[in-house]
T-cell receptor
Framework: AQTVTQSQPEMSVQEAETVTLSCTYD???????LFWYKQPPSRQMILVIR??????QNATENRFSVNFQKAAKSFSLKISDSQLGDTAMYFC?????????FGQGTRLTINP | EAGVAQSPRYKIIEKRQSVAFWCNPI?????LYWYQQILGQGPKLLIQ????????DSQLPKDRFSAERLKGVDSTLKIQPAKLEDSAVYLC???????????FGPGTRLTVL
């Protein structure tokens, strides 16, 4: 079984600042993927970034990047030059052979 | 490319009534998922279909919830009878195949009074 811990229930930063959201997970699988999804007030779950566990190189998607530490089972998300539109709930989610398991989420607010 | 479509967006019913939700996945996606997201929590998988067969329904309350995916495309999720604790957002997602990236629909917010 997979478990996910997001230790920061809420975070708040000023526009243009950099923010890092933390995530730790546990899995018995050797081959898996890791995802960050964002869910704005509209409720739509939007893919932010994906990391293959077999890759050592950290994934990057424009202003979003991850710090993947496989041995520590840590998967943090860094948002650079934060924008008002980044305000949302952020969910970390490992995916094994079949199932995507979500953490409790971090509520991120970007202030003008 | 069209995304995952869901309807209705909102539904308010009284307890013991029945309700149905509809999902149309991204064209060509073989795998379809239904999640329940209670306020303040992450989504929880209710059921996963591969084409029109059920892969995982271990967390589906089968005494009141049912789901089908006829012809391996659209899917419906039904609750009968509804309870107060069923109030949640119901999310549908699809992926090209199992273990591929999942893409989500806008969700249906259900309120049971």
């Amino acid at each position: 079984a997979q478990t996910v811990t997001q230790s920061q229930p809420e975070m708040s930063v000023q526009e243009a600042e950099t923010v890092t959201l933390s995530c730790t997970y546990d899995t018995s699988e050797s081959n898996y993927y890791l995802f960050w999804y964002k869910q704005p007030p509209s409720r739509q779950m939007i893919l932010v970034i994906r990391q293959e566990a077999y890759k050592q190189q950290n994934a990057t998607e424009n202003r979003f990047s991850v710090n993947f530490q496989k041995a520590a089972k840590s998967f943090s998300l860094k948002i650079s030059d934060s924008q008002l539109g980044d305000t949302a709930m952020y969910f970390c989610a490992p995916q094994g052979a079949q199932k995507l398991v979500f953490g409790q989420g971090t509520r991120l607010t970007i202030n003008p | 490319e069209a995304g995952v479509a869901q309807s209705p967006r909102y539904k308010i019913i009284e307890k013991r009534q029945s309700v149905a939700f509809w999902c149309n996945p991204i064209s060509g996606h073989a795998t379809l998922y239904w999640y329940q997201q209670i306020l303040g929590q992450g989504p929880k998988l209710l059921i996963q279909f591969q084409n029109n067969g059920v892969v995982d329904d271990s967390q589906l309350p089968k005494d009141r919830f049912s789901a089908e995916r006829l012809k391996g495309v659209d899917s419906t999720l039904k609750i009968q009878p509804a309870k107060l604790e069923d109030s949640a957002v119901y999310l549908c997602a699809s992926s090209l195949d199992h273990a591929d990236t999942q893409y989500f629909g806008p969700g249906t917010r259900l309120t049971v009074l």
